[in-house]
Structures are given as structure tokens and as C-alpha cells.
């Protein structure tokens, strides 16, 4: 099983080394076998997104290509191909819902030093949350709180941007479905997707206990190889 890692890969960078443990972890739980790789914003297109089973949109922003790592996140959300996210990836998932689905003029991300008039969707929270492990409470009918069998969990932050609070309730099918105590969004879902699941926070693992995210993932990606398998072979 092939999953694109789109982001750009800093070696001795934390969430990046985590993002790698998140997914061995999960796959030596699941006796699965697992090709993860590191594809550079600069260079997503078409054919080089082709290859994959299932996408995971990295921490680590502002990408070195942002159109990219927009490219990628709308490709597999047109080929309902599982795709998940954490930190930066929570951030551009919500960018590019806003700007491809809900057409907001301008939807911008504050990171980038978009032009004045722009639509803020995202902007730096006045809340410091990096660096700080924080409860979340989670929507009982979601995807998150089934992979978790919770709705009350705690993760680790290593971000500074999230959703504008005037955008929270205008992200038309792209629901929040994970908020912490303030009620500001850090998990966002799409429902009509197979898998499509993005978080503020980056989930943290280690081989003697899995995360429940990267369990869920690897199953979503897992039975989408097979489903494109058996249609490839009628």
C-alpha cells in the first residue's frame, strides 16, 4: 500500500519524525505493508500524485509550493481517495475546501501574506496553543470519535494558525467535528467522503501503542486499494 506524504520533508524537524512514526506504528500493528513517501509540494502534479493509495497532508507550513500542496488536497478529495491531515494539513484542507467548494473570494491563509481584502479563513490564533497537549471534545457520531471509541481525548500542538471564528459555521459539508474548550475547530471532517478526516493537533504514537487515527486511515486506505484493485480487474 502506497500513501503520499505531501509536505516538505526537514530532517531533526519534531512533527515530521512523528508523522513518520504514526504511520510504521499503525502498519506493524496491522501486519500491514506500507510504502509511506515524502512527496515536495514543488513537486505534485497529476503524475506524480498518480502512484498513490491514500494521502497524508504534513505539518510544516508555509509550504515551499503552496498551489501544490492545494492540488493535492483536491485531487483526492474529486477521486474520493482517502486523505488525512495534521497541523498545516488541518489548515490547508480547510483553504482549499473554501476556495474550490465554497467559492469565498480571496479565501486566504494569513501564513502566506496573502494581499489586503483578502478572506482570512485562516489567521493566527490569539490563543497560544503550540507546544501544549489540550482536551478536545469530539462529535459522537464522527470519524474521529468511532477510530478513538471516545469523545474526549488529549493532543499535543505545534501550531499557530487555525480557523477564523467568523468562518466556523461557513464551511458548508466540511463539518467541525472535534472543538476544544473555547469551541474553536481542531478536527474538520467531510461526511460524504469515504475518509476524509484533518486535525488541528499531531497525533502522537509509538510502537506499543498506535494511534487510533493511523489505525483508521490505514484501514480507509487499505479497503480503497482493494475496491480500485477489484474495479481495474471486472
Known sequence: MRIG????????????QVTNDFFAHAAAHL??????????????TAETLQPFDAFWITPGSPYRNLDGALFAIRYARERVLPLGGACAGFQ??????AQNVLAIPNAAHAEYDPPPGSALVLHRMLCVVAGKELPITL????QAARAYARTNIVERYYCNFGINLEYRHRLGALQVTGWDAADEPRVVELPTHPYYVATLFVPQSTL???HPLAISFLN?????QHKAAATSSS
Do not use: R
Request: proline share 11%; net charge negative.
Open 5 to 16: 506524504l505531501i509536505g516538505d520533508f526537514i530532517a531533526g524537524y519534531e512533527p515530521h
Open 31 to 44: 501486519n500491514l505493508p506500507l510504502k509511506s513517501t515524502w512527496l515536495p509540494t514543488a513537486e505534485v
Open 92 to 97: 490547508h484542507v480547510v483553504l482549499e475546501y
Open 139 to 142: 462529535a459522537p457520531d464522527s
Open 208 to 210: 506499543a501503542s498506535p
Open 220 to 224: 480507509a486506505a487499505h479497503h480503497s
